[in-house]
């Protein structure tokens, strides 16, 4: 199936329906690849239509900008190259990690000239530091949107009521909003319900999960012991992990299916904007991933895979959806009305 494309939120960029992310691309964690199999790895993705490519500053200490600047040079303009600042570029000096304008100029212009173009597409702010005034940060961005240096602006593992707040004050002041959302999100961790998926639609922000196999804990391998053991303390390698990832093996085998694909297009199921970003270290990796655009989740397999990994919403959303506070807010016509703004 050929590869489509999505509006990037509340822009007008377009980008493929999976992104490919690159913090494999390099070897410097003992756990990533050379420079000849991120080619192939990235080659496979382009040739199937890919477009967005997800890096940051501290990938493979900077070696993944690397290794994306060359790769997308050839045809810079129809890539759409994401990179990330906040994390540090130096250890022991407070200046060259955080949110603050400081280390944001400086990250940018490293990142630049690791990557080796004149602009950065989608520029993410990688997590909230919890000490830079929010009106800092999206003024900041604001100016590298102006710049010409970053198109578009994003946010990735930060509080909810903190993204809106950002974008409730650039929308006041004037300044570039953050159009995405990167998260993580899977079958074993669905805690974004809660809050942060509800609010990216809501503000019409495109969710760029990562994590949708969870580091490989739904492709299987560990039922079978493969990589040896794990904590058991770990969200993704307890009890409940494993139940979910038994059923989701189970759905793979009725449908002659991989794992790994069921496990995206699960996350791809959502109703609202999702751009799964996928990764690989070997080529056979992402040939798998991309498999996935071949076909949708049947109705069946997702009330299933739905029922094994639910997650309770907590207060107030169990407490507004139980049907005694309908009645009471509604007067008893609650099942009469067609709310389209329902999640």
Same mark, same amino acid.
């Given at each position: 199936?050929?590869?489509?494309?999505?509006?990037?939120?509340?822009?007008?960029?377009?980008?493929?329906?999976?992104?490919?992310?690159?913090?494999?691309?390099?070897?410097?964690?003992?756990?990533?690849?050379?420079?000849?199999?991120?080619?192939?790895?990235?080659?496979?993705?382009?040739?199937?239509?890919?477009?967005?490519?997800?890096?940051?500053?501290?990938?493979?200490?900077?070696?993944?900008?690397?290794?994306?600047?060359?790769?997308?040079?050839?045809?810079?303009?129809?890539?759409?190259?994401?990179?990330?600042?906040?994390?540090?570029?130096?250890?022991?000096?407070?200046?060259?990690?955080?949110?603050?304008?400081?280390?944001?100029?400086?990250?940018?212009?490293?990142?630049?000239?690791?990557?080796?173009?004149?602009?950065?597409?989608?520029?993410?702010?990688?997590?909230?530091?919890?000490?830079?005034?929010?009106?800092?940060?999206?003024?900041?961005?604001?100016?590298?949107?102006?710049?010409?240096?970053?198109?578009?602006?994003?946010?990735?593992?930060?509080?909810?009521?903190?993204?809106?707040?950002?974008?409730?004050?650039?929308?006041?002041?004037?300044?570039?909003?953050?159009?995405?959302?990167?998260? +993580?999100? %899977?079958? $074993?961790?669905?805690?974004?319900?809660? !809050?942060? =998926?509800?609010?990216?639609?809501?503000? /019409?922000? @495109?969710?760029?999960?990562?994590?949708?196999?969870?580091?490989?804990?739904?492709?299987?391998?560990?039922?079978?012991?493969?990589?040896?053991?794990?904590?058991?303390?770990?969200?993704?390698?307890?009890?409940?992990?494993?139940?979910?990832?038994?059923?989701?093996?189970?759905?793979?085998?009725?449908?002659?299916?991989?794992?790994?694909?069921?496990?995206?297009?699960?996350?791809?199921?959502?109703?609202?904007?999702?751009?799964?970003?996928?990764?690989?270290?070997?080529?056979?990796?992402?040939?798998?991933?991309?498999?996935?655009?071949?076909?949708?989740?049947?109705?069946?397999?997702?009330?299933?895979?739905? +029922?094994? %990994?639910? $997650?309770?919403?907590?207060?107030?959303? !169990?407490? =507004?959806?139980?049907?005694?506070?309908? /009645?009471? @807010?509604?007067?008893?016509?609650?099942?009469?009305?067609?709310?389209?703004?329902?999640?």
């Amino acid at each position: 199936m050929a590869m489509k494309y999505k509006l990037l939120g509340r822009s007008g960029l377009r980008v493929s329906e999976l992104s490919l992310g690159t913090m494999t691309f390099g070897t410097e964690w003992g756990w990533g690849c050379d420079f000849e199999t991120s080619k192939q790895i990235f080659e496979a993705y382009a040739n199937a239509g890919g477009n967005f490519l997800d890096t940051a500053n501290r990938y493979t200490e900077g070696t993944s900008e690397k290794f994306v600047g060359e790769l997308i040079k050839p045809d810079r303009d129809h890539f759409v190259v994401a990179t990330k600042y906040t994390l540090f570029d130096r250890k022991g000096d407070p200046n060259f990690a955080g949110n603050h304008r400081k280390n944001m100029m400086r990250s940018v212009h490293e990142s630049l000239k690791r990557l080796d173009t004149d602009y950065i597409d989608l520029f993410w702010v990688h997590m909230w530091d919890a000490t830079t005034p929010v009106d800092e940060v999206m003024r900041g961005l604001d100016d590298l949107v102006s710049s010409g240096k970053v198109h578009y602006i994003g946010i990735s593992d930060t509080p909810a009521w903190l993204v809106s707040q950002a974008n409730t004050l650039a929308d006041l002041r004037g300044w570039s909003p953050f159009v995405a959302l990167q998260i +993580e999100y %899977s079958l $074993i961790q669905r805690a974004p319900e809660r !809050d942060l =998926l509800p609010m990216a639609k809501a503000l /019409d922000l @495109a969710v760029t999960p990562w994590g949708a196999i969870a580091g490989g804990a739904l492709s299987g391998k560990y039922l079978k012991n493969e990589a040896g053991r794990v904590p058991e303390h770990s969200i993704r390698r307890n009890e409940r992990s494993t139940t979910i990832a038994e059923a989701v093996v189970k759905v793979a085998q009725d449908l002659g299916i991989t794992p790994t694909q069921v496990a995206i297009n699960w996350v791809r199921s959502r109703n609202q904007v999702m751009v799964p970003i996928i990764g690989a270290r070997k080529l056979e990796q992402i040939q798998d991933s991309l498999k996935c655009l071949d076909y949708s989740l049947p109705a069946e397999a997702l009330a299933q895979l739905n +029922e094994v %990994s639910k $997650i309770e919403l907590g207060f107030p959303h !169990d407490f =507004l959806a139980s049907d005694g506070v309908k /009645d009471v @807010a509604f007067g008893g016509t609650f099942a009469q009305i067609d709310n389209h703004r329902q999640l």
